[in-house]
């Protein structure tokens, strides 16, 4: 290990700092300070472990660097004469190129004002000068790993939207297959294939009978695009050896693509005076644990993926496909149900507290939204809102979260910027729900005195009016480091006493419900 390396690494226990997470990274810090000996402490803090610096003295120039090269963090002085710390990241949030760019200003201005303005215009945290390394590089090492998060989840929920997506064009498909199934006159077989045909955008899809000895085909439908196109008679039973490169799967017993047929052997290709083939993909049906029919497609203008052979899987027979997509539907329930829990377990290792009191509160809301009667899918969504409510409160002081006195105005004004960062946060996060606005509006109120927004009514979504409720019950009922907790009769009064005002009627009668009628009680912490 180099001397370098070796500093690094003692820097970065000191500072609490994951000496993989930085020494292996890429990320580009771009630093903005008018002060030479500022901005060359900072960069040289950071460069000791491992990140890529561009410094820049000028904030203007530095503003164009960030619209071309778009790095991964900025960190930004607030003082500077040529254009504000401010200013800059006001322009840096209204271009789109730039507007997810995390931003923590540097600064050695101590007003709690000027740290709420900066929360305001975007910023995401505030390093106070004089710079001391090992804060430095945990607020920075937490910003970049909060980001990369957020990207992977925005990434990962946008797959599983999409595969979701898919999941229901078939199972569209499928339900017309049951129809016509169920005695429209129409083959459902050739519907299948057409459905093959058009989801994969190929030239040609087939489906044939396996025999119970595994040992022959018989060719059963064959449906192009073209209708030009031949192949080989319906009807024809023929010995697996002598199948060409269609059958493949069934040799192999898995799924096959071959997305360049050239150069495969003679006997894989379609015989002479048949339709050329020089994309395949074919997959096996399986019954009690042998093969009983091939399905295939051919000649799609780009490669084949999993994907298209989920979709070709599905359709070789309409019961296994419903299955298949209760399956997969459940699979992307539990994926983004873990995903959720990740992010939740993000904020617990900062603030127990503050993890502990989302639970409840989403369990407490969905409790509500059953007794309101509210569908299952909006009450899926509460629930995914409401297990990271708080999200945004990974940016706030822990010595204000914690405070145990009462908050003054200013410190109650940094806090009421957790809505927005939260939002900003998930916003990209592609959710079949609206967990983004659930998280933007949890503090909002029927009359208009909420926050952040301030919106009022029916601007507001159901699952926030029912947060709402569920927020105050929770949080008059629970410690507080400036006060105990209050009962529960308490807390129902309050929201008995703000209904039709500042919380939803329904909502607080089904609350209340809850609890008095239903001997309802909140989970421990």
């Known amino acids: 290990m180099s001397s370098n390396s070796g500093m690094a690494d003692m820097v970065l226990r000191k500072a609490g700092v994951s000496a993989e997470l930085l020494v292996n990274t890429q990320d580009e810090i771009l630093v903005v300070d008018d002060t030479v000996d500022s901005l060359r402490l900072l960069t040289e803090m950071l460069r000791q472990v491992g990140y890529q610096v561009r410094p820049a003295v000028k904030p203007r120039m530095a503003l164009e660097y960030a619209f071309s090269e778009l790095p991964k963090l900025i960190l930004l002085d ?78 990962m929920v946008a797959e599983k939207t999409h595969e979701l997506v898919l999941d229901e064009q078939r199972f569209e498909a499928l339900y017309e297959l049951t129809q016509i199934r169920d005695g429209s006159g129409r083959d459902p077989v050739a519907f299948a294939m057409e459905s093959a045909l058009s989801m994969t955008k190929s030239e040609i899809a087939y489906l044939h009978f396996v025999s119970e000895d595994q040992q022959y085909v018989d060719f059963y439908h ?42 495969k052997e003679e006997k894989y290709r379609m015989p002479d005076g048949y339709f050329p083939c020089y994309r395949h993909m074919s997959v096996p049906i399986y019954e009690q644990g042998k093969v009983v029919a091939i399905i295939g497609v051919g000649n799609k203008r780009v490669p084949y993926d999993e994907a298209d052979a989920r979709q070709i899987a599905l359709f070789g027979n309409g019961a296994w496909s419903i299955i298949q997509k209760q399956r997969s539907a459940d699979q992307l329930h539990t994926a983004l149900i873990q995903t959720v829990k990740s992010i939740a377990n993000t904020v617990e290792q900062r603030d127990p507290y503050t993890a502990g009191h989302q639970r409840r509160v989403a369990e407490l809301a969905c409790a509500i939204a059953e007794e309101m009667e509210i569908d299952a899918n909006t009450i899926e969504g509460l629930r995914m809102g409401g297990m990271i409510h708080d999200i945004g409160k990974v940016h706030i002081p822990a010595e204000i979260l914690n405070c145990p006195r009462k908050l003054s105005k200013l410190e109650y004004e940094l806090i009421k910027t957790h809505p927005k960062v939260g939002y900003d946060i998930i916003r990209d996060a592609n959710f079949p729900w609206p967990v983004a606005d659930i998280i933007y509006q949890h503090h909002e109120r029927l009359d208009g005195s909420g926050y952040p927004q301030g919106v009022a009514g029916d601007a507001i979504c159901i699952e926030a009016r029912i947060l709402a409720v569920a927020d105050v019950v929770e949080a008059m009922a629970t410690h507080r480091p400036y006060r105990p907790a209050l009962s529960i009769s308490a807390a129902l009064e309050e929201i008995e006493c703000g209904s039709s005002i500042k919380y939803d009627s329904k909502v607080v009668t089904a609350c209340q419900r809850l609890f008095r009628e239903k001997r309802y009680q909140l989970s421990p912490l």
Request: charged share 30%; aromatic share 8%.
């Open 78 to 155: 607030v003082k500077m004469p040529e254009m504000g710390g401010f200013e800059f990241c006001r322009r840096l949030k209204e271009d789109p190129r730039t507007a997810d760019i995390p931003v923590i200003f540097v600064s050695a201005l101590q007003d709690l004002r000027d740290r709420v303005r900066g929360f305001k215009v975007g910023g995401v945290d505030y390093i106070a000068k004089p710079l001391q390394q090992e804060e430095v590089l945990a607020r920075v090492s937490r910003t970049l790993e909060l980001e990369r998060m957020r990207q992977q989840l925005t990434e």
């Open 222 to 263: 064959w449906s192009f695009s073209n209708s030009e196109q031949t192949a080989p008679n319906t009807g024809t039973r023929c010995l697996l050896e002598e199948v060409a490169i269609w059958a493949e799967c069934l040799r192999q017993g898995k799924l096959v693509i071959y997305n360049d047929c050239s150069g």
